[in-house]
């Protein structure tokens, strides 16, 4: 069954700290993976998309990487700010014509001053 | 450019009732998405149209239902309201770069910021 499990549920960091979230998925055939920041009450934003070929991505404070092998990813945020606090959500693409979408049911994070 | 636009925002209905929500892309886009959102749940794939046509298909009862017209906007249906339909309904919309009707290649998508449905 295809899965994506995200880890931990949820998260509280303080202000300027480092923080790393972990996205473990079965999808397969995999098409790409993506990591999105959705924040409350808002639609989901795209940070990442990356695709089997690519290791890492980074966007600002934020990188991606992807361990095909592995079938693991994560997002490291770097020098959290309090606009970081958000649920991050890693959804993988499998080439398939029904449900291409697997989403995983996000990290909760808060960044504390 | 105007993002993706979803109305209404917020939707109180009573069980058995039928309700429409619209969605119009970001201009140019041709694929529109749509996903329900709930805390147990999380985020699930509801349908996708391209071009006025429903391309794929989640696994939801036949009570959900969409089109596209040609101007890209979207609807989306859902009829005898249960409940565990309330939710916040996400629309995504994209410009595909290719593939086929069977196995599409996805570009980044652009959510709106959802219809909040209550059902009571």
């Known amino acids: 069954k295809n899965q994506v499990e995200q880890s931990p549920q949820s998260l509280i960091i303080l202000e300027g700290k480092n923080c790393t979230l972990q996205?473990?998925?079965?999808?397969?055939?995999?098409?790409?993976l993506r990591w999105y920041k959705q924040d409350t009450g808002r639609g989901p934003v795209s940070l990442t998309i990356?695709?089997?070929?690519?290791n890492t991505k980074s966007n600002g404070r934020y990188t991606a990487t992807l361990d095909a092998d592995t079938k693991q990813s994560s997002l490291h945020i770097t020098a959290s700010q309090l606009s970081d606090s958000a649920s991050y959500i890693c959804v993988v693409t499998w080439n398939s014509g029904n449900t291409p979408l697997v989403f995983g049911k996000g990290t909760r994070l808060s960044v504390i001053a | 450019k105007a993002g993706v636009t979803q109305t209404p925002r917020y939707l109180i209905k009573t069980r058995g009732q039928q309700v429409t929500l619209s969605c119009s892309p970001i201009s140019g886009h041709r694929s529109v998405s749509w996903y329900q959102q709930t805390p147990g749940q999380g985020l699930q794939f509801l349908f996708e149209y391209f071009s006025e046509t429903q391309r794929n298909k989640g696994n939801f009862p036949g009570r959900f239902s969409g089109r596209q017209f040609s101007n890209s906007r979207s609807e989306m249906n859902v009829s005898t309201l249960e409940l565990g339909d309330s939710a916040l309904y996400l629309c995504a919309s994209s410009f595909p770069k290719g593939g086929t009707i069977r196995l599409p290649s996805y570009n980044e998508q652009f959510f709106g910021p959802g219809t909040r449905l209550t059902v009571l």
């Open positions: 990356m695709t089997f070929s690519e």
């Open positions: 996205c473990n998925y079965t999808v397969s055939p995999f098409s790409n």
